[in-house]
């Protein structure tokens, strides 16, 4: 843990003999050191890790390797994305994600198809460095995973791509979502890129008994500042909760402030 408070391929070396201590609460502990390094010169220490035979090992080093953004990394990271453990994969995604190039996304789009929820939600995160098209395809896949955690981060990371408008339909799909968490990641995410066809979908939620997701509807609703908005924030305009409230009037002054300009 000492060890930790300091950076460079010294530190790391220590901390790499560490992290295949026997004892697993020193090699926790050094995993966790690793974590804070900084020096890309690190990595040259790190990277025999990544192959190590066991599981926590190669957890720990891809880990480390994340923060170190160094190009070199991608190519091991490519290839423990076939590891067996779903943890293994779970952290190469990490390191790819940080490094977001974008010649790494058809190996991330072939985890949408991972038989791990854990794996899929983490690729999804990763493609949010995109702008592609063919990263917008595949997220908008993902809002009909079989995990409500999959299809949350779906409908959060599409509402970052410049594409994600053209997956509008299937956001709005998700705002009848059977979990509250991707209602509000969807409506968020249409809000932002200001649907005028989901005002009535959005509007349906400001009644729901969660007060994040009447919270987040009325922000959205403001947002796209359609008239059409105007009924559901008046539902809500004495909303019990205060944040709620807030965001009600909020919203009606936006549509307020749009439709004055257009009389202008």
């Known amino acids: 843990m000492a060890l930790g408070e300091f950076d460079g391929p010294e530190a790391a070396e220590a901390l790499a003999g560490l992290l295949v201590d026997p004892e697993r609460i020193v090699a926790q502990a050094a995993a966790d050191s690793m974590a804070e390094l900084k020096d890309p010169a690190c990595a040259d220490v790190i990277l025999p890790l990544v192959r190590h035979a066991h599981a926590f090992v190669r957890i720990g080093a891809l880990r480390a390797l994340k923060e170190l953004r160094r190009k070199d ?35 991330l789009t072939a985890l949408i198809g991972d038989p791990d929820a854990h794996v899929r939600r983490a690729a999804v995160s990763a493609l949010a460095f995109s702008q592609m098209k063919s990263a917008a395809e595949t997220i908008t896949r993902a809002l009909k995973d ?13 509402g970052l791509n410049a594409n994600g408008a053209l997956a509008a339909d299937q956001l709005i799909s998700c705002v009848v979502d059977a979990f509250w968490q991707v209602r509000l990641k969807a409506i968020r995410s249409l809000g932002r890129m200001k649907i005028d066809r989901a005002v009535r979908p959005i509007g349906s939620c400001v009644s729901h008994e969660q007060a994040n997701l009447r919270k987040e509807a009325a922000a959205a609703l403001g947002e796209i500042a359609s008239v059409d908005g105007e009924p559901f924030l008046a539902m809500i305009a004495n909303d019990p909760d205060p944040d709620v409230r807030k965001n009600a009037r909020w919203a009606l002054q936006q549509i307020a402030a749009r439709k004055a300009k257009a009389g202008s």
């Open 146 to 158: 079989e995990d409500w955690m999959v299809r949350e981060m779906a409908a959060e990371t599409l």
């Open 73 to 107: 990394t991608l190519k091991p990271a490519l290839e423990a994305l076939h590891d067996h453990d779903a943890a293994v994969r779970v952290q190469a995604i990490g390191v790819i994600g940080f490094l977001k190039l974008e010649e790494s996304i058809p190996a």
